[in-house]
């Protein structure tokens, strides 16, 4: 059974970082698409990035380019997203995501995942 864990999330200032890290169980990391999403309250889930099953390919949206950075290590089944210079906006749950069905493309909808962590706060203070 495919289960993804996540961990990292916190409290942090602005201007801070934190690492997210999404644990893929079930299956090998190599043969999943990834992403991150986010949520925050009252507001729709929303897309964060995205990598492809090599590694090679990724998709950061607008708001987390040159702040975000998505990466994962398939030999200890991992993602990751490196958050800096977070704002008070950044503020949400964030989930990871996998596609274990898919090509190896990038994928940044949230209706092409097919598995779903349970998500980690992350609260950005002013």
């Known amino acids: 059974q495919v289960q993804l864990v996540e961990s990292g999330g916190g409290l942090v200032q602005a201007g801070g970082s934190l690492r997210l890290s999404c644990v893929l169980f079930?299956?090998?990391?190599?043969?999943?698409?990834t992403g991150w999403f986010r949520q925050a309250p009252g507001k729709e889930r929303e897309f964060v990035a995205a990598?492809?099953?090599?590694?090679?390919?990724?998709n950061t949206a607008d708001f987390a380019k040159d702040r975000f950075i998505i990466s994962k290590e398939n030999a200890k089944n991992t993602l990751y997203l490196q958050m800096n210079s977070l704002k008070p906006e950044d503020t949400a749950v964030y989930y990871c995501?996998?596609?274990?069905?898919?090509?190896?493309?990038?994928?940044?909808?949230?209706?092409?995942?097919?598995?779903w962590g349970q998500g980690t706060q992350v609260t950005v203070s002013s």
């Open positions: 995501a996998a596609n274990v069905d898919d090509y190896d493309v990038v994928l940044v909808r949230a209706s092409e995942y097919t598995h």
């Open positions: 990598i492809n099953k090599r590694g090679g390919g990724t």
């Open positions: 079930g299956r090998t990391l190599g043969s999943a698409v």
